[in-house]
């Protein structure tokens, strides 16, 4: 009881057996009528006509046939519209002695939900004789009893009504007796026997006749029964019983044995003939089994369960008999009151087991509720969880149809248990319940979606071909073939990007591979977008964007640039032996075509003609002078350097430097040994344009000496000065700027200078204007007037 008052439905409908729902119903319902024990199979009507439908309608809306007492006793052709009979019916099993015997039915259109309701009538056929319930009977009649006195007969049972039915009672012929037919108030027929003449108990004591029960039938039927009448001695009074008729009330689930009511019949004679016992009088099997009356007391018992719902009230005729054989009638009716003992019915008459995502107000169930009690235990709510997309609506009758209250979506919830329950308004409540599974069919309304917005994938350079560089995933929300995804490239958006030639993509999982090998220097990156398409109708897509760094690998060996290695005549740098430490003798530059790590540059001093002499410093080639120089050191050096990057493994690349030490430009330019070697070996043309620039230069410097030396008192000294010079097609155009690639990355400005002293007549020179070095020993040199003369740049 406390479970059920917690019970609290937001979504209630009260539905109650009798309602009509007429706004959905035929506004008459169809009367058809058959004979009973007609074949089965037999033709009814045709429905569709009736109903106006045209022809396939039925089938199309997928008609049926729905019986009130869930007996499927018709059948519906839906392909020719008729009615057709499901088995013989038999009047008296359906309806009993009712003279009316009609069975309703609906007809059910399902998409959309329409009914029609219709009436069967069964037409009773004279197929049953009247039978009395015992083949004689003994009635006793005192001798004294004057003639018009009535006594009553059994009465014969026909279980055809109507004009079919029991319609009169005839007696044998005889002189003292004839038999009366008497019309009861419930419709039945009773004998009467009257007595026509007086009684002489010593001139005939007992008579034998034959009371015969005629149907109104064609033919007619008949039954008959023996009537022995004895004679008796007077006993001029009859039992009366003191409340004629006894009513009483009694609930149905009274228990068995229980009493119903206790009669009591009065008899003014005396002695054994005022002496009552009491009996059931002509009582049906029914009633026999139903009830028992104590003979002594006149208790009536009660001997088996009743129910309302089949017998709402009992006829008992009773009998009052003394110890004379006079007999009294009387009536007991017994009223039977309504418990609520029935729990509420509910029968599926259409189920949708998988419902489409997407779609509104879809139909999943039309069912019917019945409670076979009556008044409030009849009521009944019929409900569902408040929580589920569905409603629950009244459609006819007690028809309801379970609807979808918004569309459904899969993704979100693939499958729903309802239970329906149905409670009466009895005390205490009854309730079923009853449980449906919907499943929610799959739409393709959910496009892939990748995991990422765009993706980021390094490989690096001189990659093997096929190389597996990544891969990219979607999922996709739907069921089945609507969440099998497909993966493809798309057109680049740069047409000048030769994406078919660099990438592929698996189709079925996403994995991407370098078709070629790529090259760093080349192609250091490049983007595309990839599509990821299901297998729907139609099919759902979506992109992602791609981005392939390529890395740097060490393939590249630095290159130098100055001194350059071209095969030319080798370049020698002059160092005046009056340096100091520090003195910047010259810059190796070299740049590496990798980026990052594998193009940062050491520098190393391999191999020297004096070790200790020079120093390269590591980190921008700059050759400088370790120590002071001396008169003992040579004139002439050669230096290896080696040149570095910093990958892995490194690559390197070495350069030779020759070094000539000379006395402040003073002393004449000696080519090495191994430069004249190499010379000797040079191209004839060459030499004779170095020998001619050599004496155009040397007569140019005599010119210019004899003019300083004549402004400077006669006492100077004609100064030759050597350089080493780059031809011009040997350092490429494309490397004036490195910034960023090598190690030359900014400007170095020296100027060369003749000093004012004219007792020296010396180049001091080698000081660099910019940027900032280690210049402090040339700056010592040159704080004595001079004139410079010449500068030399280096970028």
Known sequence: METLERIQPNRQVMAFILAVFLSQAHPEPIRYSVLEETESGSFVAHVSKDLGLGIGELAARSARVVSDDDKQRLLLDRQTGNLLL??????????????????????????????????????????????????????????????????????????????????????????????????????????????????????????????????????????????????????????????????????????????????????????????????????????????????????????????????????????????????????VVIEVVDVNDNVPELTISSLTGSIPENVPEAVVSIFRIRDRDSGDNGKMICSIPDNLPFVLKPTFKNFYTLVTESPLDRERQAEYNITITVTDMGTPRLKTQHNITVLVSDVNDNAPAFTQTSYTLFIRENNSPALHIGSVSATDTDAGANAQVTYSLLPPQDPSLPLASLVSINADNGHLFALRALDFEALQAFEFLVGATDRGAPALSSQALVRVQVLDANDNAPFVLYPPQNGSAPCTELVPRAAEPGYLVSKVVAVDGDSGQNAWLSYQLLKATEPGLFGVWAHNGEVRTARLLSERDAAKHRLLLLVKDNGEPPRSASVTLHVLLVDGFSQPYLPLPEAAADAAQADPLTVYLVIALASVSSLFLFSVLAFVAGRLCRRSRAAWVGGCSVPEGHLPGHLVDVSGTGTLSQSYQYEVCLTGDPGTGEFKFLKPIFPNLLVQDAERETKKPRNCRSSFVFS
């Not at 038999?90 to 009436?119: A, N």
């Not at 007619?220 to 001695?233: A, E, H, K, Y």
């Not at 006894?246 to 149905?252: D, N, S, T």
């Not at 369960?305 to 006079?326: H, M, P, R, W």
């Open 86 to 331: 499901k088995e013989k019916l038999d009047r008296e099993e359906l309806c009993g002695p009712t003279e009316s015997c009609v069975l309703h039915f609906q007809v059910l259109l399902e998409t959309p939900v329409q009914f029609f309701e219709g009436e069967l009538s069964i037409q009773d056929i004279n197929d049953h004789s009247p039978v009395f319930p015992t083949r004689e009977m003994l009635l006793k009649i005192p001798e004294n009893s004057q003639p018009g006195t009535i006594f009553p007969l059994k009465l014969a049972q026909d279980l055809d009504v109507g004009s079919n039915g029991l319609q009169k009672y005839t007696m044998s012929p005889n002189s003292h007796f004839h038999v009366l037919t008497r019309n009861h108030s419930e419709g039945k027929k009773y004998p009467d026997l009257v007595q026509d003449k007086a009684l002489d108990r010593e001139e005939q004591p007992e008579f034998s006749l034959t009371l015969m029960a005629l149907d109104g039938g064609s033919p007619p039927r008949s039954g008959t029964i023996t009537v022995q009448i004895l004679v008796m001695d007077v006993n001029d009074n009859a039992p009366e019983f003191v409340h004629t008729p006894y009513e009483v009330q009694v609930p149905e689930n009274s228990p068995l044995g229980s009493p119903i009511l206790t009669v009591l019949a009065r008899d003014i004679d005396a002695g054994n003939f005022g002496r009552v016992s009491y009996g059931l009088f002509q009582a049906s099997d029914e009633i026999k089994q139903t009830f028992s009356i104590n003979e002594a007391t006149g208790e009536i018992l009660l001997m088996e369960k009743l129910d309302f719902e089949q017998i709402k009230s009992y006829y008992v005729e009773i009998e009052a008999t003394d110890g004379g054989g006079l007999s009294g009638k009387g009536t």
